[in-house]
């Protein structure tokens, strides 16, 4: 992806920072929200020093801090940093990049990154940067659209939509790199983390309509566990000894 591509991202992530929690925190939109931050949660220490990258509007943070434990987060939009701050007053919020993380090393406990990674120009540099700043034995999750059958259409809709000027939160042509299992086995092995966990989440689509979300939402956990084929968010988590 070339600096224009996230200078794109970067710019229309601004544009839509007042509408994006109308997508992902109300409705459909919420519970998908919601189920993939659940799968991060479980992997993550409770009551940590979390850092998020790709924060957004600091849905997770404020997610993570409900129980205790503290926020901060970085993101390359200054929109969604803002809207971030407002959330969650009590943490700290950034711009910068996932790429080049403005904290010192073994600064904290708990890393997560939420429906970002895909965007991510240099995932090498990135998952190089959650080592360095994680503390030892601090445990890294991530979730990001995965390389499916079923979600190898959606740059090319993407595109489309960008064509006819649809106004979607997430649908434009950025040059998403979709990863599959063996792949991010292999960048979280190259970064040096251990107890490297990979699976496959979500059935329920946010632009489903009603009754079908409704319908995946019930079968979901049956989906994860038994045909995680048709699950298109890949999970990753893992550990710094
Ligand atoms: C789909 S949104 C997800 C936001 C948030 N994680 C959530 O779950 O609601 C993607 C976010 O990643 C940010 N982003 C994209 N590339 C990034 C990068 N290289 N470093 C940091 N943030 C990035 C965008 O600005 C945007 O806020």
């Known amino acids: 992806m070339s ?55 600091g849905l997770f943070v404020e997610k993570y801090i409900h129980n205790g434990g503290s926020g901060t987060g970085i993101d390359i939009s200054g929109k969604m940093v803002a809207r971030a ?67 190898r259409g959606i740059p090319s809709l993407y595109k489309i939509g960008e064509k006819i000027k649809i106004k979607h939160v997430v649908m434009k042509d950025f040059g998403e790199h979709y990863y599959d299992e063996n792949e991010m086995q292999d960048l979280f092995e190259g970064a040096g983390f251990s107890d490297i966990n990979v699976k496959w989440c979500s059935f329920a689509h946010i632009d489903m309509i009603d009754p079908i979300f409704d319908f995946a939402t019930k079968v979901e956990p049956f989906v994860e566990k038994r045909v995680p084929q048709l699950a298109y968010n890949i999970f990753v988590s893992a550990k710094k000894d």
């Open 3 to 57: 600096p224009t591509k996230t200078e794109k991202i970067r710019k229309h992530y601004d544009s839509v920072a007042d509408t994006y929690d109308t997508h992902y925190d109300h409705h459909r939109g919420k519970k998908y929200h919601t189920h993939l931050s659940n799968h991060l949660m479980k992997a993550l220490p409770k009551g940590g020093k979390l850092l998020d990258i790709g924060c957004g509007t």
């Open 85 to 151: 701050q407002r959330r969650c007053e009590s943490c700290d919020f950034v711009v910068g990049t996932g790429e080049k993380l403005p904290f010192a090393d073994n600064s904290f406990t708990a890393i997560s990154s939420v429906l970002v990674f895909s965007y991510v120009k240099d995932p090498k540099s990135m998952l190089s940067e959650v080592f360095r700043v994680l503390e030892p034995g601090g445990q890294v999750a991530l979730c990001t659209l995965g390389k499916k059958l079923i979600t």
